[in-house]
Nanobody, 122 residues
């Protein structure tokens, strides 16, 4: 009932920038936390950044000062990634804590997007 669709990944060189977007769709009642996670080959998925409905943010230490998370009032979250490094190479996943309407009831879901590849070459 809720879909998260990511876009904006790609291949860049070290030092360049990318902007990821993630749009939530469905009959959404509210979204509290929205965030970005990443998973590199052979590693566990890790939190990159997240933002609350009130605008509060937190970041992984490895991306502080380089990445900025933001969201609009239309259920879309963004991740501006500057000064990219090869170690940022990973599949990036959008995540949202969503309350949605279905069959006349409000349901809660921890929703994930399908992932978008970010590759940073040296």
């Amino acid at each position: 009932q809720v879909q998260l669709v990511e876009s904006g990944g790609g291949l860049v060189q070290a030092g360049e920038s990318l902007r990821l977007s993630c749009a939530a769709s469905g009959i959404i009642f509210s979204i509290n936390l929205m965030g970005w996670y990443r998973q590199a080959p052979g590693k566990q998925r890790e939190l990159v950044a997240r933002i609350s409905s009130g605008g509060g943010t937190n970041y992984a230490d490895s991306v502080k000062g380089r990445f900025t998370i933001s969201r609009d009032d239309k259920n879309t979250v963004y991740l501006q990634m500057n000064s990219l490094k090869p170690e940022d190479t990973a599949v990036y996943y959008c995540n949202a804590d969503v309350k949605y309407l279905s069959s006349g009831y409000i349901h809660s879901a921890d929703s994930w997007g399908q992932g978008t590849q970010v590759t940073v070459s040296p």
